[in-house]
């Protein structure tokens, strides 16, 4: 244990690693605080350069994007009541009241601290739970991996609840295209209509950044008026907030807790631990009354189980090779080409990066928190640049980001025509996250069936009759009846 921890400090010590760090968090923290940009959007970007690093520095310059993201996107939230990313609409609830109170420095403190509590209990819990899991995994075999992928996916597809229609349709056209270019069991070539560019298969690169940057772009071109940023921000009590978090303890744990298990869940995250925490906070609270008007607590309750979910969902991927979402689908995509595969062996073969990865979580945490205390005054300003510069800025390096990877016109293509899907998709309210899951859960899924049916020479009844894949399975089957008997009882009731 104390050799893989030497291991792991030596990986953090190398300067490409604590680069990637230091830009990493300030590229996270400077897409949160610009209305309108998502972590997608931004870990789109910088993926193709990612994926030209070392393993290490390049997963945590993703990661980097990622995390601070979720920090910064309280800047916009408390300032001018509009969330930096769609997961801190709650944060403008009590966050904005707080700061129209005349104490906006101890709002964005306090949400600053809240969130580094919930990320670093989202790393332990990372610690402890990935190398649990990687051992509870090593006895699964293909048809178990099967059915896990299966649930992960009827998962993500559940989670979409408001558009369930949507999400079917986009992850089953993310299935179908996984399965174009090369089929390796049988070395046969599917639907490449006889052109050579596509026996590759659809790449993800482009279709990420096609999907979720250059169709974000659009919209910000569309956009004419920046938002209005307070001009006489006072710094001076940029600490006042800093250890508030602690008076509400019951809170802290709860919210925790609470993120903590929705990191778990593929397609959950944290939209769902974000509303219940909140829920629970108010039900709970001395002071229910004051949820909504600046309540101190409330923000302690959003912000905390937003950053409780960002190492967690690390876990069904590490130990599982399983990405619980787009996001972690662009992070499996740095470890195979650099030909590290997630899943039980991981730890065993790789203890070294293992451990240089919790690392380097637990010092991201603390660089956001440094740069934001030490930057704020200037990072809010980037609230008010003019939405159409920073679209044209996201096109210019979205584009230039998806040709050097592999210097093709083809995939510079794929990205405008995905980018031109993405941007309907948008428009009409379609998710687009189960179109990236389906384009690397479909082709995963699809090998694990073959592999389960030649080991039991075409029986399907071997789902069955192996103990845990029948409980996988049954979970899987479970979720889809919940799900179809209460939207049957809704539309009933309406």
Same mark, same amino acid.
């Given at each position: 244990m104390i050799d893989s921890i030497l291991l792991g400090f030596q990986e953090v010590a190398q300067w490409q690693v604590i680069l990637a760090l230091l830009i990493g968090a300030m590229a996270g923290i400077l897409v949160g605080a610009v209305p309108g940009m998502e972590p997608a959007g931004a870990m789109a970007i910088a993926l193709p350069f990612s994926l030209t690093m070392e /393993?290490? /520095?390049g997963i945590i310059l993703l990661l980097g994007c990622y995390g601070g993201a979720w920090y910064g996107g309280a800047i916009p939230a408390i300032l001018i009541r509009v969330p930096g990313t769609p997961v801190n609409v709650l944060t403008t609830y009590d966050g904005y009241p707080l700061g129209q109170k005349g104490q906006p420095m101890r709002a964005l403190s306090l949400a600053y601290s809240s969130s580094f509590v919930g990320g670093i209990l989202s790393v332990m819990a990372l610690v402890f739970l990935a190398p649990f899991m990687a051992k509870v995994a090593e006895k699964f075999g293909p048809p178990e991996f099967a059915m896990v992928m299966l649930l992960a996916t009827i998962s993500v597809i559940l989670a979409h609840h408001q558009n369930i229609r949507g999400a079917i349709l986009t992850f089953g056209i993310g299935a179908f295209l996984g399965t174009v270019g090369f089929e390796s069991p049988h070395h046969t070539l599917r639907y490449t209509f006889g052109q050579d560019w596509l026996t590759g298969g659809i790449p993800m690169v482009p279709m990420v950044i096609g999907l979720f940057a250059i169709s974000q772009a659009f919209v910000l071109l569309e956009t004419?008026?920046? /938002?209005?940023?307070?001009k006489d921000?006072? +710094? +001076?009590?940029?600490f006042a907030g800093l250890f508030e978090v602690f008076k509400y303890r019951a809170t802290v744990i709860r919210s925790s807790l609470l993120g903590l298990v929705m990191g778990l869940l593929p397609g959950v995250g944290e939209f769902g631990a974000q509303f219940l925490s909140y829920s629970l906070a108010r039900r709970f609270s001395k002071k229910p009354e004051e949820f909504g008007k600046g309540s101190p607590e409330g923000l302690v309750a959003s912000e905390v189980s937003i950053n409780a979910c960002t190492s967690t969902v690390l876990v069904p991927l590490l130990s599982l090779g399983i990405p619980a979402d787009p996001l972690m689908a662009m992070l499996l995509a740095v470890f195979m080409i650099h030909n590290i595969i997630p899943g039980p062996q991981l730890f065993a073969e790789h203890p070294d990066f293992i451990s240089g990865l919790y690392i380097s979580l637990f010092l991201l945490n603390i660089f956001v928190m440094i740069l934001l205390l030490a930057f704020t005054k200037h990072v809010v300003k980037l609230s008010s640049i003019t939405p159409r510069m920073i679209g044209a800025t996201i096109m210019i390096l979205g584009f230039i980001g998806t040709y050097t990877q592999n210097f093709r016109v083809t995939d510079g293509l794929f990205t405008l025509?995905? *980018?031109? $899907?993405?941007?309907?998709?948008?428009?009409?309210?379609?998710? *687009?996250?189960?179109? $990236? $899951?389906?384009? $690397?859960?479909?082709p995963m899924l699809e090998g694990r069936i073959k592999q389960a049916l030649s080991i039991s020479a075409g029986d399907p009844t071997i789902f069955l009759t192996r103990p845990i894949a029948a409980a996988f399975l049954g979970l899987a089957i479970a979720a889809v009846v919940v799900f179809s008997w209460n939207h049957l009882r809704h539309a009933k009731a309406r």
């Open positions: /393993p290490l /520095p004419k008026s920046p /938002p209005k940023v307070p921000l006072n +710094t +001076t009590g940029r025509a995905f *980018a031109i $899907v993405g941007r309907f998709m948008l428009k009409n309210g379609i998710p *687009a996250f189960p179109m $990236v $899951v389906g384009l $690397v859960l479909g």
